[in-house]
């Protein structure tokens, strides 16, 4: 083309452009007079600071953001905090990655395509929200209250759950985080001390750690790793049983390498060591504990030898390990741990058998070991219309059948077991699921079994999801709502009762991008749409403030603060007067009682879990300090620091099946299933019949362009799974796998020999 | 004259990434460069037991910094001001310069050629190109001098989480770096090949000591191999820059 | 004139508020590409639905990732991400010219935006900034962009609009007198 041509409009063409209407409307304003910017000084230095607190896991640290020319340009730790101080741990740091990732959410969407096409065109709010209400309503009438379900995790779903308990159902919370994770060690607890010890040991004061397959360091929850580290510093002593050589194992004293699935009887023989040594503490446990006779009779016949056996390990070094930890009681962290759904059936015992241990070394209430919450007691917000709920649902029957039962103790936690809800929605039976509404929880990359998960999907009349980013489940969603990131709302006030309590707001550091909303806000419009007269106060502010009251605190004053207030903790007990826990006899319950009841082991006892099959190794995965779940893999930042995790084997296996440290192999597990390209990791830090592969990767969302296809799901290998007893979790930790290089399946030799008592699992042919 | 340092305590260091993360956010360097890195390392097995540690890496801000001896920009004339005592040097500098006064080794990015001389000069590859700049420059680690110089800490001291990134003036007799150094045998990653006076130290057991040795000691004289650009190369490059300015 | 074309494609790149045939912008384009001889496919078979779904798959969310994400930030200095570099460059072209964005929920280095600042520099007769911006900002970014776009194949309505904004921008670029449109 030419100049003069470029220069010369048609006049048809002029016309049709001037009836366009073009001007600038209202793209631009005039500059304001305060467009001043902090340019001057370098780096974050002399930019604004907002207080907040960190989602990017859920340890939730206080933060501040930094803010230039209204753009986050850093984070670091709220220094008032007095947990993490200025700091943030790798994802911390990386914030800003999630909230300017130009794959995130950005507009309510609507599929167009079939479902799990990935096609959609943007919607309005309004006409998402109600089709979302439209369905609901239907579904509800249709099929009765609870064909609902909702799956949630994190700080925004607690809105959500609120209009889900409204409609009725039971399966208004169903946390992949409790059923998958950690239930099975919230249950133990509760029974044997009578309240959710979580994390509160106190490894800071103690002078011997013993840890069970832990991460830590490895899953970093910044002050627990401290405390962890204070400890360590201080001289404390620490044994790490794990068959694998975790980051932990590298600062420990001892590694005891153990077979997987043996845990318990290792327990057991130190119970039944320590009792017959007299090694324990025997004024606590007259006190303050219930069932030691029974204790000492039932694990009478655990001996080291026997434990040796089954557990492959040596009698000398098993010695050594718990007369190291016992001569530090009663300043003994034994880490209950945290994700507990290893095997589904003696999870539950398996963490009764550690607390029991604990309380053998009186490590309860006193420094260095268990510690007790601090309470702090804030307002009841009027305005998220609990008593609205509970005038709702008044007439709502119980299902005849409830997805609860056959879990003696489900009813104590709110929601229904995942594994439950799924295959009900999969096979219509005790009763149909048709809509699902999924809120910040990867279904397919934390519930065991994805294939099933899939095809129960298929089967709902409706899904919907609310995300920051298109994770896995958006490809399955009829809508798609954009949530603000944790960067741009609020969210309830967070407060921390543990050795340095605190309360905190976690609130905007920069306006919500796009049109993603936060979560009070959404789910106010969507209760209005549903009739429900929920979330009356007019906005987060207006709740903040009526939570805070209570403790005569507001937004402004925690502002003037600093963003944090801090309380004084109350860890430690008076062991002179008793315990008066929340447990069935207010002590420490060694014996259960109410195990008994429901014919399950008041006392725990060690159920093998079945071995590998010939040519397979045990799949066991765990974490990376970059990276949380599967929901940080496409953080720009992070995927750099770790693309993909690697396959770890034993080096003398590696050398036996000939395969190389940064060879790519694809695993095939015990029912056929196959897995992306994974990079192994020849070391001599993992046992040989196992393999380790770090969790959340491999994405299937072709939505994230920073992750999709990179490394390996260790989910995807997870399809044999069972149920815990007791509140229904889910055991991940009984899958096998063998190699596969280069089209040729390479079996895996059997170096540690299995003793009688170790049944193998049973291969059923391949599907 | 002072010589900031840096020491890395491994038995403090769980390997979490935070450092590496935080000064990436500091200075907004684009993904795949960086100043600052951490290696996983092993586990594996060493004399003294299996190990599994790591390498936080940065600049090393060395006594003998080869990566300016290979610069070919024209040197200037530049007056250096101790901040403590307000004492004068002048010195000629090509573009990559080590301070006098503080012995952080530093990039003038104005004069900098992006010819790449001295990042295939580092031996501990401490240094890039940013490719993707309209007009690529090297890179590398300031010892957050820019933050010093305001009172606060470099940012990867700042944010790590165990405390295990101690930074000061190894020629102050009362710093903890210096006692670190000198008390306490703080070591730095050398081989008998490259000994180039790095100034980051590191400590810890003996086995994490052996394997850090082991992956992460250089011993490959880089500089020894960078061909130097022709007078004709650099007097483009200098062309190059005037131009783009005016 | 020119400042009207600039508009013109600033709102083809936002969002379709409108049935893109009936609102006459499918008309206006074929119009505008036959006149600077742009061999085009003709795209008045978009609907209003067809144009939302491409418009998402294009630039909003998309499996495989957005194709072409439609900011500068994406691509100054291969920052691969939101409100970078390519937005303080933006940003600091407007203020020179006096304004500031109040775009919306979009980000400011949007490049419906962009061409929108573009039409504006045209109307005041801002030649000197229009110039640098061009050079040292938007057409720094635009072809990465427009290369990407095309890759994915994008209905023909949207290719013609941005092979159209390319010819126009170039020749901004090259143009020292484009002020005196003619109009025949
Ligand atoms: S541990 Fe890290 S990711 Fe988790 S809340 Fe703290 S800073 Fe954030
Ligand atoms: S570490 Fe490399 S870049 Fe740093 S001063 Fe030494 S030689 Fe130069
Ligand atoms: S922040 Fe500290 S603990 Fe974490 S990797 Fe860096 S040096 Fe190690």
């Given at each position: 083309m030419n100049r003069r041509r470029f220069l010369k409009l048609s006049a048809a063409t002029c016309a049709a452009l001037a009836s366009l209407e073009l001007e600038n409307k209202g793209i631009f304003r005039p500059v304001a007079s305060d467009a001043a910017t902090c340019k001057g000084l370098p780096g974050s230095l002399g930019a604004k600071e907002v207080t907040s607190v960190c989602e990017m896991c859920f340890w939730r640290c206080p933060i501040v953001a930094k803010i230039k020319d209204n753009k986050l340009v850093k984070i670091e730790g709220n220094p008032k905090s007095p947990t993490n101080g200025h700091r943030v741990c790798a994802r911390g740091n990386s914030g800003i990655q999630l909230l300017y990732d130009p794959d995130r959410m950005k507009y309510p969407m609507k599929r167009v395509g079939a479902r799990g096409e990935g096609k959609w065109a943007r919607i309005t709010w309004d006409e998402a929200l109600d089709e979302i209400a439209h369905n609901m309503k239907e579904v509800k009438k249709k099929y009765g209250p609870h064909a609902l379900a909702m799956f949630d995790h994190g700080a925004s779903a607690e809105f959500y759950r609120e209009i889900f308990r409204a409609?009725?159902?039971?399966?208004?919370?169903?946390?992949?985080?409790?059923?998958?994770?950690?239930?099975?060690?919230?249950?133990?607890?509760?029974?044997?001390?009578?309240?959710?010890?979580?994390?509160?040991?106190?490894?800071?004061?103690?002078?011997?750690?013993?840890?069970?397959?832990?991460?830590?360091?490895?899953?970093?929850?910044?002050?627990?790793?401290?405390?962890?580290?204070?400890?360590?510093?201080?001289?404390?002593?620490?044994?790490?049983?794990?068959?694998?050589?975790?980051?932990?194992?590298?600062?420990?004293?001892?590694?005891?390498?153990?077979?997987?699935?043996?845990?318990?009887?290792?327990?057991?023989?130190?119970?039944?060591?320590?009792?017959?040594?007299?090694?324990?503490?025997?004024?606590?446990?007259?006190?303050?504990?219930?069932?030691?006779?029974?204790?000492?009779?039932?694990?009478?016949?655990?001996?080291?030898?026997?434990?040796?056996?089954?557990?492959?390990?040596?009698?000398?070094?098993?010695?050594?390990?718990?007369?190291?930890?016992?001569?530090?009681?009663?300043?003994?962290?034994?880490?209950?741990?945290?994700?507990?759904?290893?095997?589904?059936?003696?999870?539950?015992?398996?963490?009764?058998a550690m607390g029991i241990l604990t309380a053998l070394f009186g490590s309860v209430g006193v420094p260095g070991g268990l510690y007790f919450p601090t309470p702090i007691h804030l307002g009841e917000a009027d305005c998220l219309g609990e008593d609205e709920v509970d005038d709702l649902i008044e007439d709502v029957k119980p299902p005849e059948t409830s997805l609860k039962d056959g879990y003696a103790f489900a009813d104590i936690f709110p929601g229904s077991p995942t594994d439950a809800i799924i295959k009900a929605t999969k096979t219509g039976k005790p009763y149909p699921v048709k809509l699902w509404g999924v809120c910040g929880v990867n279904l397919l990359q934390t519930i065991s079994n994805p294939y099933q998960t899939m095809d129960a999907i298929k089967k709902l009349d409706f899904i919907f999801t609310i995300e920051v980013l298109p994770t896995e489940p958006a490809i399955w969603a009829d809508i798609i709502l954009p949530e603000a990131t944790y960067l741009e709302r609020y969210d309830a006030v967070h407060k921390k009762g543990n050795l340095y309590p605190y309360v905190t707001v976690r609130q905007p550091v920069v306006d919500p991008m796009f049109e993603s909303k936060p979560p009070y806000w959404i789910a106010r419009n969507l209760a209005k749409r549903l009739g429900y007269n929920l979330f009356t106060c007019k906005d987060e502010r207006e709740f903040l403030n009526e939570q805070l009251e209570e403790i005569d605190l507001s937004l402004d004053k925690l502002s003037k603060a600093g963003g944090i207030v801090t309380f004084k903790a109350n860890p430690y007990k008076d062991l002179n007067k008793p315990l008066g826990l929340n447990t069935d006899s207010g002590k420490v319950e060694l014996y259960a009682e109410s195990y008994d009841d429901e014919d399950l082991d008041p006392i725990p006892r060690f159920e093998p879990v079945p071995a590998p099959p010939k040519g397979y190794a045990r799949l066991v995965y765990g974490r990376v300090p970059m990276h949380t779940f599967s929901r940080t893999m496409n953080n720009l930042w992070l995927s750099n620091e770790c693309p993909e995790g690697k396959l770890w084997i034993n080096d003398e296996i590696a050398t036996r099946i000939g395969v190389k440290d940064g060879e790519t192999v694809i695993m095939e597990n015990q029912a056929g299933y196959r897995s992306n390209p994974v990079t192994l990791f020849v070391t001599a830090g993992i046992r040989p019949d196992t393999v380790y592969l770090p969790h959340g990767f491999g994405s299937r969302s072709p939505l994230l362009t920073k992750t999709y296809g990179k490394g390996a799901s260790d989910q995807f290998m997870i399809t044999n799974y069972r149920q815990d007893p007791f509140m229904g979790a889910s055991g991940h930790r009984s899958n096998f796998v063998c190699l596969i290089k280069d089209g040729k399946k390479l079996s895996i030799p059997e170096l540690r020999p299995l003793p009688p008592e170790i049944p193998r699992f049973k291969m059923r042919k391949a599907s | 004259m002072s010589q900031y340092a840096m020491v890395i305590d491994l038995d403090r260091c769980v390997g979490c990434h935070a450092c590496a993360l935080a000064c990436r956010a500091e200075w907004n360097i684009p993904v795949p460069y960086r100043r600052n890195w951490v290696k996983r390392l092993g586990p594996a097995k060493t004399p003294y037991g299996m190990s599994y540690t790591f390498y936080p890496g940065l600049c090393n801000h060395c006594d003998h910094p080869v990566c300016v001896e290979v610069c070919p920009a024209d040197p200037v004339k530049r007056e250096f001001t101790d901040s403590k005592t307000g004492k004068k040097i002048t010195m000629e500098i090509a573009a990559t310069y080590k301070d006098p006064f503080t012995g952080a080794v530093l990039i003038d990015k104005e004069r900098c050629l992006g010819c790449g001389s001295c990042v295939e000069a580092c031996p501990y590859g401490a240094r890039y190109l940013n490719e993707n700049l309209d007009n690529p420059k090297a890179d590398k680690c300031t010892f957050c001098m820019e933050r010093v110089e305001h009172g606060e800490v470099p940012a990867c001291v700042k944010t790590c989480i165990t405390d295990a990134r101690i930074f000061g003036d190894l020629s102050d007799k009362s710093s903890d770096v210096y006692k670190l150094v000198h008390e306490k045998g703080a070591k730095r990653l050398t081989s008998s090949e490259v000994n180039i006076g790095p100034n980051v130290y590191y400590m810890g057991s003996k086995k994490d000591l052996h394997l850090l040795a082991e992956k992460c000691t250089p011993h490959e004289k880089t500089w020894e191999n960078v061909k130097a650009p022709t007078r004709r190369d650099v007097l483009m490059a200098a062309i190059k820059m005037v131009t783009e300015k005016a | 004139m020119h400042s009207k074309i600039s508009y013109f494609l600033s709102r083809i790149f936002s969002y379709p508020e409108q049935d893109p045939v009936r609102a006459g912008l499918t008309q206006a384009l074929a119009g505008l590409a036959a006149d600077m001889d742009l061999d085009a496919a003709p795209s008045t078979d978009i609907t209003w639905d067809l144009a939302r779904v491409e418009y998402t798959r294009l630039f909003v969310n998309a499996v495989g990732g957005v194709p072409a994400p439609p900011y500068a930030s994406v691509y100054r200095s291969g920052a691969r991400i939101l409100m970078q570099q390519g937005l303080d460059e933006a940003i600091g072209y407007y203020r020179q010219a006096g304004v500031e964005p109040d775009s919306g929920p979009e980000p400011a280095d949007h490049i419906s935006v962009e061409l929108a600042f573009v039409a504006r520099l045209l109307e005041t007769g801002n030649r000197k900034l229009l110039k640098d911006f061009l050079r040292d900002h938007l057409l720094k970014w635009y072809p990465v962009f427009f290369e990407r776009l095309l890759a994915a194949q994008p209905h023909p309505y949207y290719e013609t609009a941005a092979r159209l904004t390319r010819l126009f921008l170039q020749n901004l670029c090259q143009e020292d007198s484009y002020e005196q449109t003619t109009v025949s």
């Open positions: 409609t009725g159902t039971e399966n208004f919370s169903n946390e992949p985080a409790f059923f998958q994770c950690l239930g099975p060690v919230s249950m133990a607890y509760l029974t044997t001390y009578g309240y959710q010890v979580s994390e509160r040991v106190d490894m800071a004061n103690a002078k011997a750690m013993l840890f069970f397959g832990s991460h830590l360091g490895e899953n970093v929850h910044l002050s627990h790793v401290r405390e962890y580290m204070k400890g360590l510093l201080r001289g404390a002593k620490l044994v790490v049983v794990d068959p694998r050589f975790s980051a932990a194992a590298g600062k420990a004293d001892m590694w005891l390498p153990i077979r997987p699935g043996t845990d318990t009887a290792l327990i057991l023989a130190w119970i039944n060591y320590v009792i017959q040594h007299d090694l324990y503490d025997k004024e606590f446990v007259h006190k303050h504990c219930k069932g030691f006779e029974q204790l000492r009779k039932s694990v009478r016949d655990c001996t080291m030898d026997w434990a040796a056996r089954i557990c492959d390990l040596n009698v000398d070094d098993m010695t050594k390990a718990i007369k190291m930890v016992a001569e530090a009681r009663p300043r003994v962290s034994l880490h209950p741990g945290r994700h507990a759904a290893w095997y589904g059936k003696g999870d539950v015992q398996r963490h009764r | - | -």
